[in-house]
């Protein structure tokens, strides 16, 4: 099942968000927010709806440490105010410190996100990833879903182009990795596929930061995010994390290169499918997910975003990916990997021959 989440929808009016508010007796708010928020619209909108009642958490960078909630969570029990809402302002890294912060206060207050990009999917998601010396922790615990679900296309209007075409991305995989998931359903699978659907239909509006194209967008990563909540995601974001830590590559630029090499050796490999529906169901999935992506096909998508490579400087990083692969997710990839494939995986993905 598909969690119920509640969808404020703010295009031409903020009437109501101003009525949620009014109806919900939400009087102050606490508010994680990342850096952009400065900038962006939504904090003029908070400020004159609650006015003093506002106390605002930013002090945590992209892809956070596991510090940061601490820090939240210290500034959230300091204040004397019994807060009536947590908000989140953000892309992932905030909906995560956000949906931390409320798990471990232990108090059961709405939390309200208005995501700032179309692609981590987390504000529906019972999940959040944190860092803990540079190592990745994932959290999944039904209480760390959002309530509420603000879609607010403006947000994206000041998005930078790199951060706009990695998140996009990153939906894609979500929806992708959901598909071959061991995990999925007929209803997660129809839920990536509406993803996939939507991510091509307003890909170019929403490259050229057009309206239609910013709001189509944030549904296709809403469903995206829907989807990996049924089914968790695979082999793509196992190993794609280990890459935004070594070479600084935006989580779902590094998510869409490994699921790129994984497609091609899969398509190869369906003899060592270990999903129990066995190999003529992944077949089935790997076609409707071509049929899918159509004439430009996901690798051609990719090619098409023009986003570089990174480069290794030398064999120990070779072996550090390999060995920092995370288990778990692999677990849920439909084909057996062995350490030797991961290796020649990130071999074809660095460009290393
Ligand atoms: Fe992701």
């Known amino acids: 099942m598909i969690a119920e989440q509640r969808i404020i929808k703010c295009r031409d009016s903020m009437e109501e968000l101003d009525s949620f508010f009014n109806e919900n007796n ?45 820090k939240g969570l210290d ?50 998601t019972q999940f959040a990833v944190v860092y803990r010396n540079g190592e990745k922790v ?20 000041s998005l930078p182009m790199y951060q706009r075409k990695s998140t996009m991305l990153d939906a894609l995989c979500h929806a992708v990795e959901s598909s071959w998931s061991v995990h999925s359903t007929g209803e997660s699978r129809k839920t990536a596929m509406k993803a996939i659907h939507k991510v091509l239909e307003n890909k ?60 091609k050796y899969m398509e190869d490999h369906l003899s060592d499918c270990i999903d129990s529906r066995g190999e003529e169901h992944l077949a089935g999935v790997m076609q409707d997910l071509k049929n899918a992506f159509g004439d430009i096909g996901f690798h051609g998508l990719i090619s098409e975003l023009n986003m570089e ?21 692999l677990n849920n990839h439909p084909i057996k990997l062995s350490k030797d494939v991961i290796r020649k995986l990130y071999k074809e993905i660095l460009e290393i021959n």
């Not at 204040?79 to 931390?100: L, P, R, W």
């Not at 995010?225 to 935006?250: D, F, V, W």
Request: charged share 20%.
């Open 204 to 263: 170019d509006g929403y490259l050229n930061n057009e309206d239609s194209g910013n709001a189509g967008m944030l549904e296709a990563a809403h469903l995206a995010g829907q989807a990996i909540n049924i089914t968790r995601t695979t082999a793509g974001h196992a190993m794609c994390y280990k890459l935004t830590t070594l070479y600084g590559l935006a989580h779902g630029h590094a998510a869409a290169l490994c699921t790129a090499s994984l497609w």
């Open 75 to 124: 500034v959230f029990n300091a204040c004397n105010t019994e807060f009536d809402i947590i908000i989140a302002v953000g892309g992932g890294s905030a909906m995560d410190v956000a949906k931390c912060t409320r798990l471990r206060s232990g108090k059961k207050k709405p939390l309200l996100v208005i995501p700032t990009t179309a692609g981590s999917g987390s504000e529906a």
């Open 138 to 157: 994932s959290i999944d615990d039904p209480e760390l879903l959002p309530d509420i679900v603000v879609v607010w296309p403006d947000m994206l209007k």
């Open 26 to 70: 939400i009087n102050n708010a606490f508010v994680v927010c990342g850096s952009t928020f400065d900038k962006l619209p939504v904090r003029r909108y908070l400020e004159s709806y609650f006015g003093k009642a506002l106390t605002i958490f930013s002090d945590f960078s992209p892809n956070p440490a596991e510090e940061a909630v601490f």
């Open 309 to 329: 490579r990174p480069h290794p400087k030398n064999d120990d990083e070779l072996d550090e990916l390999v060995n920092k692969v995370n288990i778990q997710r």
